[in-house]
């Protein structure tokens, strides 16, 4: 069995293994014919797969007879190149069985990948053709099997083999790289040969066979500042000295070829951004070797009066700089920026325009971080000289001290001088100053001060023992620019004087056992001092000598021992004795108090516990019991209690109820001396009186003179056609006093007499006469006598028949 292949004329291809797919036809030729006369000879330049194909052997199997083993198949590999161009099918291979006998009775099947579609076989010649144009980056080998069929029954002739078909690379890919552009930097000052990145392309052809895809770089833009390694594409510095202060980006195009970079091959570029990075290289140095800064003379302690500036074109760390005063200072002081880099100035002590005007000196300025390369012959500090001009404002004034602490004793009187205090004007004007108390930090107003020479003077006494400190302010203004103001605390410290006696320290419970014997302790006494005497507290007890019951013993610790100096104490004969104690103490003068000690007389037992301090209950014939004296006072309480309420009632009996009786009601209930006109006479009062009282005076009418409206105000009655009931009269009738402004400020109760719209007699009320008043003569009031005199003139007068 064998294997025809095409393309004689340039290779032949082996049908045996791929480690020989391409040999030069003499070559081969010569080994194939060796192989098959001297079998031995040829085995030593054979591949061992080779030699396993034509049955040779070595090693075991040397030196003895080696016999062909005849094999139906010899081969297991194709070639084919790729992106065929031409019309026809591209010619594969021929498949050949030795049990074909040119025939016909034989058929060649193929199966795997890509049969029937990319590779069709001639089932007569067994002649493989490629169908389609095929790409090797896509696949690069298929594999397939081909059979040998007997056509009359259908039988395989031979066992199905499997064989590849790899297809050959050619030159249709151009290297690419990852990116279109990279990014890099590479420090300034760098030495030649200095890496800075590596770029690399791929190329999809086959890197086994030919240099379809061996890439040469190269550099396109970029020089003489980098240079690329041909092999590797690792890009380098090639100039010397590049500063990025000059320079910062470089943009560098590298290109890749491939075929070893011959002419023909196929090219990818991509480009690299290139940054210098910085390096400590540059020293800070100022543009301006001389500053002027002014400063006000009243700049606080710490605060700001001006900035100056080197420039450092490093970046970064690199530019971080420092600023001190050659030799320092006394009154100024420089601090770093550390945001700006600028070198702020500030006042380290008070300025005083009228003590120095000008100061003048110098700064350094250096870098924080140095780098050892460059430290070498460069100055990396430079200096300045700055000139301060202290500029005048207008101060407040300035006290001496401050504070100021005043000792005075408790015992001063008022008016008396405390202390002084005294505050001037810094200014070269030396303006007047004047003195205050702030009277919110003394409420009291204890203190007073003397506005012109700041002599500070009691109001009120004092007293170290309601207070011990006093802490005022005082204010010193400028006469001439009141907003310029100071203020200073003065604390007044009030010394003590011993104004003040001892007494007791608590409120003793002492008791007495009448089974006491004489010489025992019953308490024991101390004392407290609200003065405080420099050598402490000395306190003297003593009791009147003469003093039958008991006695007392100073123990010379400001404590004293009460002792008995009897026995037999009964608490029939008194319950309670009164004990005066005298206490003194040692400072000067010398005061002295008396306290009372109680002591009460108990029942005790054996050992001195008390049971009971209550009073025994004496017999009648020796006295009243308590019982009989709280029934006493029971009584007397509860006599005076009945007196009390009898006086109140008898009180309240004498007020003039406002209705007398049920039938004696009106409208309005008017208390006065004078006697009126009758029921009818309306005008012997002002009803707007009881509203306003303050107007009642002027408002009052004359009874000299007839007045001129008689009747201001009625109500109306109810006419004869009136339909409503009772309640719709009542409804009406207060209505009317409601909205009547003559009517009293008080409730008051009015009777209506109306018996409804259906009777004969209607109402029966006085206050209804109105409608028919002025109809009535009124001539029979003449004949009534002199009292009725003054009501005839004013009724007769009105008559109509008068006036006629």
Not at 78 to 89: A, I, R, S, V, W
Not at 208 to 235: C, K, M, W
Not at 320 to 334: A, K, L, P
Not at 482 to 505: C, G, M, S, W, Y
């Amino acid at each position: 069995m064998h294997c025809q292949f095409s393309a004689w004329v340039r290779w032949t291809h082996t049908c045996v293994g791929s480690e020989y797919a391409a040999v030069k036809f003499p070559h081969a030729l010569l080994l194939w014919v060796l192989a098959l006369l001297w079998p031995a000879a040829a085995l030593p330049f054979l591949p061992g797969n080779i030699g396993q194909a034509l049955g040779l052997s070595d090693g075991e199997g040397a030196g003895r007879i080696l016999h062909r083993s005849k094999r139906g198949w010899m081969w297991n590999q194709f070639f084919l190149m790729e992106e065929y161009t031409g019309t026809d099918h591209q010619y594969v291979g021929k498949l050949h069985s030795n049990m074909d006998k040119d025939d016909g009775n034989v058929k060649y099947v193929l199966t795997g990948e890509g049969a029937g579609n990319l590779f069709i076989i001639d089932e007569k010649s067994g002649d493989i053709h490629a169908t389609k144009r095929l790409d090797r980056e896509e696949k690069a080998m298929y594999t397939l099997h081909a059979k040998v069929i007997d056509r009359r029954t259908n039988r395989e002739m031979e066992a199905d083999t499997e064989f590849n078909i790899k297809i050959h690379d050619i030159n249709d890919n151009e290297p690419k790289f990852a990116k279109e552009i990279f990014f890099a930097s590479v420090p300034e000052m760098s030495e030649v040969g200095t890496s800075v990145a590596t770029v690399t392309a791929n190329d999809a052809d086959d890197q086994t066979y030919g240099n379809s895809a061996r890439l040469v770089y190269s550099i396109l833009q970029g020089q003489p500042y980098f240079s690329v390694d041909s092999e590797n594409g690792t890009i380098k510095t090639a100039l010397p000295g590049m500063d990025r202060e000059v320079k910062e980006n470089y943009q560098v195009v590298i290109q890749a070829k491939d075929m070893a970079g011959q002419m023909g091959g196929l090219s990818g570029t991509t480009t690299v951004s290139i940054t210098l990075s910085d390096v400590n290289d540059s020293p800070p140095r100022f543009a301006n070797h001389s500053f002027r800064v002014t400063a006000v003379e009243s700049t606080e302690v710490g605060g700001a009066i001006g900035r100056i500036k080197a420039d450092d074109p490093d970046i970064g760390r690199n530019a971080e700089m420092d600023y001190s005063i050659v030799g320092g200072h006394d009154m100024f002081n420089i601090i770093t920026d550390q945001t700006t880099q600028e070198g702020v100035l500030v006042v380290r002590k008070g300025l005083d325009y009228e003590e120095k005007r000008d100061y003048e000196f110098r700064v350094e300025v250096r870098n924080t971080y140095l780098d050892a390369r460059f430290v070498h012959g460069l100055q990396f500090k430079d200096f300045a000289t700055v000139r301060v001009t202290v500029e005048d404002v207008d101060e407040p004034p300035v006290f001496t001290r401050n504070p100021y602490v005043i000792e005075v004793h408790e015992d001063t009187a008022a008016g008396s001088f405390v202390g002084v205090v005294s505050a001037r004007d810094p200014d070269a004007e030396s303006k007047p100053v004047k003195y205050s108390i702030d009277r919110h930090t003394d409420l009291e107003r204890l203190f007073n001060i003397d506005s012109v020479n700041g002599s500070i003077t009691t109001l009120k006494a004092l007293d170290r023992e309601m207070s011990r400190w006093h802490n005022i302010s005082v204010v010193a203004t400028e006469i001439n620019n009141p907003r310029q103001t100071t203020r200073v605390p003065v604390f007044i410290k009030v010394l003590d004087v011993n104004d003040n006696a001892p007494e007791f320290a608590m409120s003793y419970d002492t008791f007495v056992c009448e089974n006491v014997k004489a010489g025992q302790l019953i308490q024991t006494i101390s004392a407290v001092d609200t003065d405080e005497p420099l050598v402490g507290h000395k306190f003297v007890f003593s009791i009147a000598p003469a003093n039958p019951n008991f006695t007392i013993v100073d123990r010379e610790d400001n404590t004293a021992n009460i002792l008995t100096r009897r026995g037999g104490f009964r608490r029939r004969e008194m319950s309670m004795y009164f004990l005066p104690v005298v206490i003194s103490d040692n400072d000067y003068p010398i005061q002295s108090s008396t306290s009372t000690l109680i002591v009460r007389v108990c029942a005790c037992d054996s050992r001195g516990n008390m049971q009971t301090c209550n009073p025994e209950v004496l017999p009648f014939s020796d006295g009243l019991t308590t019982g009989a004296l709280v029934a006493i006072l029971l009584c007397v309480v509860i006599l005076l209690m009945i007196v009390v309420l009898f006086a109140a009632l008898r009180r309240q009996r004498k007020k003039e109820p406002l209705i007398i009786s049920k039938e004696d009601v009106r409208d309005n209930v008017v208390s006065y001396n004078d006697e009126g006109g009758g029921e009818e006479d309306t005008q012997a009062f002002d009803i707007g009186t009881l509203r306003h009282p303050e107007a009642m005076d002027a408002n009052k009418m004359r009874r000299d003179i007839i007045p001129e409206m008689l009747f201001p105000y009625r109500r109306s009655s109810p006419t004869k056609d009136h339909n409503g009931d009772v309640r719709d009269f009542i409804n009406g009738r207060l209505q009317d006093n409601d909205s009547d402004p003559t009517a009293p400020p008080y409730d008051s109760l009015a009777t209506y007499a109306y018996e409804g719209s259906g009777s004969l007699a209607e109402s029966l009320s006085s206050l209804e006469s109105g409608a028919t008043e002025g109809d009535q003569d009124y001539d029979y009031l003449t004949g009534w006598g002199p009292p009725f005199k003054k009501l005839a003139e004013m009724y007769v007068a009105k008559s109509p028949d008068r006036e006629t």
